[in-house]
C-alpha cells in the first residue's frame, strides 16, 4: 500500500452530472439520445460520472446502510463465512478496510445463499430482499449505460451478446475512522476496476478520490443521497480497443465517522474471451490489446508483477 503520508488532502471535483430518474428513459428516443451523448463525453473526460438515480428509494437506500451496520456487527468468526470459489469475491479485512461480496447478487437466490452463509438456520429475509433490492435497481442502470456506450461507438449488435456474458458482483464496504492523532489513513490504494463497469455509493461520509487525466487527485463529493459513481474498468477499456479508459480510484478516509459504501461491479463470466469488436479497429484505431479471459486477468493482478505494474491492463496484454 502505498504511504499515506506522500498524499496531500485533495480538492474536490465536481464530476459531470447525468439524469437517469426519467421513466421514459428508453432506446431510441430523442432523451436517450441526449443522455447517450452526455454519457460518452462524461467517459471520456472523466472515465466516470455522476448517475442520478431514483429507482433507488430513499427507503432503500436507507434499508441498505441499516443492513450494512448489522452485517459488519456480526463476530469476525461469522463473517468470514462469506466465501466464493472466485478470489476477492467473499469477506475481506485488511487494516481498518472491510467487505462482504454477494456473487450473481441481481438474483434471489443468490442473494439468499449468502445470508444462509452467516445465518445457516434459516438465512435474514430481510437483508436478502434488501440487498436483492438495490442490486436489480443498479443492474438496471448498469445495462442502460453499456447499452448507450455500445450505440454510442456503432456497435449495438453486439449488446445482447455482450450483456449475455457478464454477471454481477455486489461489495458492500466498511472502513474505520483513523485514529484521533492520525489526519487521514488510506482505505484503498490506487487502482483501476478490472471488471466491466462499476456502480459505486458511498455513505453520507466521504472518501472516494479519482484521478483526472493530469494525474491529479480529487475528492468526489456526490450532489444528491441518489447518486452514484458510474466508473469504467479495465475489462471495458480493453473491449472498446482503449477507446475509454478505465479511471484510478483510491479511498481516503478523513473524517472521524465510519464510512460504509456499496459497488455492484459487472464483470466478465468465466470463459469468456474479451476482444475488441472489429469495428473499432482500423488504421487510425489499431489493435491495442490481446484478447483474454478475465479469470486470467485477475490472477496476474494477484501477481507482485500485477500488483506493482502502473498499469495492470498493459502490462498483461498490451500488443
Ligand atoms: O469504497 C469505495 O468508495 C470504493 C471501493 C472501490 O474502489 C472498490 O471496491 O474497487
Ligand atoms: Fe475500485
Redesign the pocket.
Known amino acids: 500500500m502505498d504511504s499515506v503520508s506522500l498524499h496531500p488532502l485533495s480538492d474536490y471535483i465536481q464530476l459531470p452530472v447525468i439524469d437517469f430518474s426519467d421513466q421514459c428513459l428508453t432506446p431510441g428516443t430523442s432523451k436517450w439520445d441526449k443522455v447517450k451523448t452526455d454519457v460518452r463525453k462524461a467517459l471520456e473526460d472523466y472515465g466516470c460520472f455522476e448517475a442520478f438515480f431514483d429507482k433507488v428509494s430513499v427507503e432503500l437506500d436507507k434499508s441498505v446502510f441499516e443492513a450494512m451496520e448489522e452485517l459488519f456487527d456480526l463476530p469476525t468468526q461469522t463473517k468470514e463465512r462469506n466465501v466464493s470459489s472466485k478470489p476477492y469475491h467473499g469477506y475481506l479485512s485488511q487494516d481498518i478496510y472491510e467487505s462482504f461480496g454477494i456473487d450473481d447478487a441481481n438474483l434471489a437466490e443468490k442473494v439468499n445463499e449468502f445470508t444462509q452463509q452467516l445465518w445457516p438456520d434459516h438465512g435474514n429475509k430481510r437483508i436478502s430482499e434488501t440487498m436483492h433490492g438495490i442490486s436489480e435497481k443498479l443492474a438496471e442502470l448498469d445495462v442502460m449505460v453499456r447499452r448507450m456506450i455500445m450505440e454510442s461507438f456503432g456497435i449495438e449488435k453486439y449488446i445482447d451478446e455482450h450483456l449475455d456474458s457478464t454477471n454481477y458482483l455486489f ?1 458492500m ?1 466498511k472502513y474505520t475512522p483513523p485514529r484521533p492523532h492520525e489526519e487521514k489513513k488510506l ?2 490504494p490506487s ?1 483501476t ?1 478490472k471488471n466491466i463497469m ?1 456502480i ?1 455509493h ?1 455513505y453520507q461520509v466521504e ?2 478520490e479519482i484521478q483526472n487525466k493530469d494525474k491529479k487527485w480529487f475528492k468526489v463529493k456526490p450532489s444528491h443521497q441518489n447518486s452514484f459513481i458510474v466508473m469504467v474498468g479495465d475489462s471495458m477499456c480493453a473491449f472498446l480497443n482503449g477507446r475509454l479508459a478505465s479511471t484510478y ?1 483510491r ?1 481516503l478516509v478523513t473524517a472521524k465517522k465510519t464510512r460504509y ?1 456499496t ?1 455492484l461491479f459487472s464483470t466478465p463470466k468465466t470463459g469468456v474471451i474479451l476482444d475488441s469488436p472489429e469495428e473499432l479497429i482500423d488504421e487510425e484505431h489499431p489493435r491495442v490489446f490481446k484478447p483474454f479471459e478475465f479469470n486470467d486477468y485477475r490472477d496476474f493482478y494477484n501477481t507482485e508483477a500485477g500488483f506493482a505494474a502502473q498499469s495492470t491492463l498493459h502490462a498483461f496484454c498490451a500488443l
Open positions: 461489495r464496504m482505505g484503498l487502482h476496476d462499476t459505486l458511498q472518501g472516494l480510484h479511498v459504501s459497488a
